[in-house]
């Protein structure tokens, strides 16, 4: 049945946000793609199974303005929060301080273009 998960984002600059995911949670780009408008799109590996596609928001309003280009809720869970949390304060924008809420550890970040993300343990 189901193989792999895949999540797309759609940001104003892939390159600087794939760099970022690289930096901050170690992301491995898998793949880079020519898009038709001249705009590229970047795979990214986070987990054997799971994958973020970075496309542009010019591309994605051009080619699917049915799309909605919210940007989705993501939580990264990880083993060492703390180690985390001082890798990417390295790069973020914006990070809150690692706090309990509902039994977990979590902080939040923010990426060069805005976009919240968090982490739990």
Do not use: C
């Given at each position: ?48 199974q ?23 809720s ?48």
């Amino acid at each position: 049945m189901l193989k792999k998960f895949e999540v797309m984002l759609y940001v104003q600059d892939v390159s600087i946000i794939g760099d970022f995911f690289e930096k901050t949670l170690d992301a491995k780009i898998v793949k880079e793609t020519s898009m038709i408008d001249g705009s590229i799109s970047l795979k990214l590996s986070l987990l054997d199974q799971v994958e973020i596609n970075l496309y542009t928001v010019s591309f994605v309003k051009k080619y699917s303005p049915m799309v909605s280009l919210e940007m989705p809720s993501l939580m990264f869970v990880v083993d060492d929060i703390d180690q985390v949390h001082d890798q990417v304060a390295k790069y973020a924008k914006d990070i809150s301080t690692i706090s309990v809420q509902g039994g977990q550890k979590v902080f939040s970040f923010a990426d060069p273009e805005g976009h919240y993300f968090a982490v739990g343990n």
